[in-house]
C-alpha cells in the first residue's frame, strides 16, 4: 500500500539553530502514528515541517506521492491535510459558528463535515454557536479548533499536543472524540507528550530525542514494555 504522507531524512532550523536531524515517517492511509517524547526533542517541528510553515532545510515530504516539500499551509490544507496547532489559534473575535465558517470556505473542500456534522462530534459545539471564541474555556477552544479543522474535510488530520493544559475529564473525553475519528478511517497523525493517551489511539509511534528518531515500531511493543517505555520516555 502506498503511503498516505512519507517524510524522507529532513533538517529543519529556526535562524542558526538546528532542531531536526534527518527525521523520516511514513503513514498509511487509515492510520493513527504518534510522535512521542519530552518537550522540545522536534514534535511540533516536525508538524511545522510537513505543514511548510517551517519549510526543511534538507529532505523531502510526500503526500498522496507528491512532492509537498515547502509549500504554503494554504495550498496543503486545499490538498487535503488538517492541521491542529498546539496553541489553538482561534479567531476570538468571531462566534464559533463564524469560525467554523471561514474553515469551510477557506479550504474550499467538499465532503462529510458540516456545521451539523461536526456538531454532533462534538454536541457542547452546538449549544455555542453563537458564543464568541475568545471567552470559550480551554476544553471548549481545542474542540473548535478541531472542528474547525475538520471544516476542511481533510484526509490526513495531524494533532499537535491536543491534550494540553485540559483537566483530565476533558482529556478523557477529547480522547473518545479522537477513537472515533479514528474509527471512521481518518488518518491522524499525533503528537503527544502524554504517552496513556497517546499509546490508547496509536497503531504506530516514533519517538524522537534531540531531534532524531530513537525509536518506530508498533504502539503495542511500548505498551506491553514498561522497561522499554522508562528507557525512551522517562523523565
Not at 89 to 114: C, H, K, Q, Y
Request: proline residues 6%.
Amino acid at each position: 500500500m502506498t503511503a498516505l504522507l512519507e517524510v524522507e531524512g529532513i533538517h529543519t532550523a529556526y535562524g542558526t539553530s538546528r532542531v531536526l536531524f534527518g527525521i523520516s515517517l511514513d503513514i498509511q492511509p487509515g492510520e493513527c502514528v504518534c510522535l512521542l517524547g519530552r518537550n522540545g526533542v522536534g514534535k511540533t517541528t516536525t508538524m511545522r515541517s510537513i505543514m511548510g510553515l517551517t519549510p526543511p532545510s534538507q529532505g523531502h515530504v510526500r503526500f498522496k506521492g507528491r512532492d509537498i516539500t515547502g509549500a504554503p499551509p494554504y495550498r496543503l490544507a486545499r490538498r487535503g491535510i488538517g492541521y491542529v496547532p498546539e496553541d489553538r489559534r482561534i479567531f476570538p473575535e468571531l462566534t464559533v459558528w463564524e469560525n467554523l465558517d471561514v474553515a469551510a470556505r477557506s479550504a474550499n473542500r467538499p465532503g462529510a463535515w458540516t456545521v451539523d456534522t461536526v456538531s454532533g462530534l462534538f454536541p457542547k459545539l452546538g449549544e455555542l454557536m453563537d458564543r464568541m471564541g475568545g471567552v470559550l474555556s480551554g476544553g471548549e477552544q481545542q474542540m473548535l479548533t478541531i472542528a474547525r479543522t475538520l471544516m476542511g474535510n481533510p484526509e490526513l488530520l495531524m494533532l499537535d499536543e491536543p491534550s494540553e493544559g485540559l483537566a483530565p475529564v476533558i482529556v478523557e473525553n477529547l480522547l473518545d472524540q479522537v477513537k472515533r475519528l479514528k474509527r471512521e478511517g481518518l488518518t491522524i497523525l499525533l503528537a503527544e507528550q502524554g504517552v496513556d493517551f497517546s499509546l490508547s489511539l496509536a497503531d504506530r509511534v516514533y519517538v524522537l530525542e534531540k531531534g532524531a528518531v530513537r525509536f518506530s515500531g508498533p504502539a503495542a511493543q511500548l505498551r506491553d514494555d514498561a522497561a522499554l517505555r522508562n528507557k525512551l520516555l522517562a523523565l
